[in-house]
């Protein structure tokens, strides 16, 4: 059964970073293209990156460029989104998803399966 969690979520000052993780098992990661999204109540998840698995490219969310980074330990079968210079609209739960179309044609959430259950971050002074 394929299954992904997500953690190293927390309560982090605005500048501050966080690093989170996406574990998963019952498949190998690097076989996948997966992505990141965020979502916070009300609204609807927000595709934040998507990492290629066949060149390691990775698509950034407009809001995200240039502050977040992706990044895979494939012994770890464990993939990184690294965020710094985090501000307040940053807060969200986020999650790690695999993109059923395996690869990053596509960052909308229903493009995406095999969802972990989400780890908060808060971005707040």
């Known amino acids: 059964q394929m299954r992904l969690v997500e953690s190293g979520g927390a309560l982090v000052q605005p500048g501050g970073s966080l690093r989170l993780s996406c574990a998963a098992s019952?498949?190998?990661?690097?076989?996948?293209?997966i992505g990141w999204f965020r979502q916070v109540p009300g609204k609807e998840r927000e595709g934040v990156s998507c990492i290629n698995n066949r060149d390691g490219r990775t698509v950034y969310g407009d809001s995200v460029k240039g502050r977040f980074t992706n990044s895979r330990d494939n012994a770890k079968n464990t993939m990184y989104l690294q965020m710094n210079s985090l501000k307040p609209e940053d807060s969200a739960v986020y999650y790690c998803?695999?993109?059923?179309?395996?690869?990053?044609?596509?960052?909308?959430?229903?493009?995406?399966?095999?969802w972990g259950q989400g780890t908060r971050v808060t971005v707040s002074s």
């Open positions: 019952g498949f190998t990661l690097d076989n996948y293209a």
């Open positions: 998803a695999t993109s059923l179309y395996n690869d990053c044609r596509s960052t909308v959430a229903t493009d995406f399966g095999s």
